[in-house]
């Protein structure tokens, strides 16, 4: 959803004379406060060297939020295979990716090593971008949309000379409704999702 349709639906149901850069203010404000539990899908891609197995993160990806790793078939190919997480337990046998403890921090395991050099898809959750102007798409699910505007309908229901006490009461106790939704299916599906224990190599332990 872009942010000016998202206005329209806040003016809409209440109207309001403050400019569009504070209400675009106010929706960066509630994705900086609510990131945590509405991210977006982001995607990272690279290509692995030969015969190599380990390879850093991202900056700002946290393992415990991957969603799903492919991987090329061929250096040549555009057809990808999903990868499964491994976790300390689970035998390594398929296509497999984990997450270890190395002497260089935590680091992507590939499962078998690949020999070649093909492309790696990972994707993850990730903190929304802020947006800037009204053609911008806010990337988070429709429940997410749903807790920036009572957010930012609150915010406006408090501000200005004549605030309305009770009407940002109602969208404070909308905006708490929302979240506690939100955070509910979240750990939801967190348990649908395998465990990513940390499994460490034997070099971590070197000088212990």
Known sequence: MTVQEILSDIDLRLPNKFAISNKIGWINSGLKRYGQWIPSTALHTFNTTDDQAYYSYTTGMDPDRIQKIEIASSASSTSYNEYTFAGQNDALEGARWLNEATTNGMMLRIYPTPSTTVEVKIFYEAQPA??????????????????????????????????DIDMANNYDQEERDELKRIKMNYYKKKQRLPKQTKTYTNSFWKGF
């Open 130 to 163: 802020a947006v800037s102007q009204s053609s911008d798409t806010l990337g988070v699910s429709d429940e997410g949309i749903d807790l920036i505007k009572y957010n930012v309908m609150k915010v406006i229901a408090q501000a200005g000379s004549a605030p």
